[in-house]
């Protein structure tokens, strides 16, 4: 059963535009989510997270909102920009017990000019 | 410059030659973790270690093993492979497997398995 649900396999926007990447998970042990950003041919680098006693987290551009209720997180990029083009996964973990992070499949984000 | 190495980058090879493939990081960190990556299945764990010589499988450990001798190391070893174990793998780590100790990646080794 996948815990982590990105549903969009691929986003495309224009630049300058907003991009909005979702998440939905299904474990409602989940308490801290995180986003990674991954090029081609390089391995995933941290983004942007956020703890579950939270709804909002934003860093430069790039916000997270979390919606407990509804199981589900949203990456907004705003403006987008090409060099944002890459897969963007979507990971959460339980964090008493010290679980281990569990990963969406990714979305691929497409910016162009 | 704090990384995560992984050797070799990428690797053809045949059924049932065994074969290594390296991690090290250079930042003293406790908790390391190899992911495997395959098309429309995202990021999935093998195993990970929380220090030395403590380590535990992830979602997909079959056909795998590790080893954690020393905590800069952490190598994945495929005694058998077989060709659904081609794939892309990762090496990862943190300070500490703790809720915001972000994970570090290697660049990846691209495995295939006639």
């Known amino acids: 059963d996948q815990q982590v649900k990105q549903n969009s396999p691929s986003l495309s926007v224009q630049e300058g535009r907003i991009s909005i990447l979702n998440c939905d998970y299904t474990?409602?042990?989940?308490?801290?989510f995180l986003w990674y950003k991954k090029y081609p041919a390089e391995g995933p680098t941290f983004l942007i997270s956020?703890?579950?006693?939270?709804d909002k987290n934003e860093d430069g551009r790039f916000t997270v909102f979390l919606n407990k209720s509804a199981k589900h997180l949203s990456l907004h990029i705003v403006p987008s920009q090409p060099g944002d083009s890459a897969v963007y996964f979507c990971?959460?973990?339980?964090?008493?017990?010290?679980?281990?992070?569990?990963f969406g499949k990714g979305t691929m984000l497409l910016v162009s000019p | 410059e704090a990384q995560v190495t992984q050797n070799p980058r990428y690797l053809i090879t045949v059924t049932g030659k065994k074969l290594t493939v390296t991690c090290s990081q250079n930042?003293?960190?406790?908790?390391m973790s190899w992911y495997r990556q395959d098309p429309g299945l995202g990021l999935r764990q093998i195993y990970y270690?929380?220090?030395?010589?403590?380590?535990d499988k992830g979602d997909v450990p079959e056909g795998y093993k590790v080893s954690r001798k020393e905590k800069r190391n952490f190598p994945l070893i495929l005694e058998s492979p077989s060709p659904n174990q081609t794939s892309l793998y990762f090496c990862?780590?943190?300070?500490?497997?703790?809720?915001?100790?972000?994970?570090?990646f290697g660049p990846g080794t691209r495995l295939t398995v006639l």
């Open positions: 990862a780590s943190s300070l500490r497997l703790s809720s915001t100790d972000t994970q570090y």
């Open positions: 474990n409602s042990m989940f308490d801290y």
């Open positions: 956020i703890s579950s006693i939270k």
């Open positions: 990971a959460a973990r339980v964090v008493s017990g010290y679980s281990t992070l569990t």
């Open positions: 930042m003293n960190h406790e908790y």
């Open positions: 270690s929380m220090n030395v010589e403590v380590t």
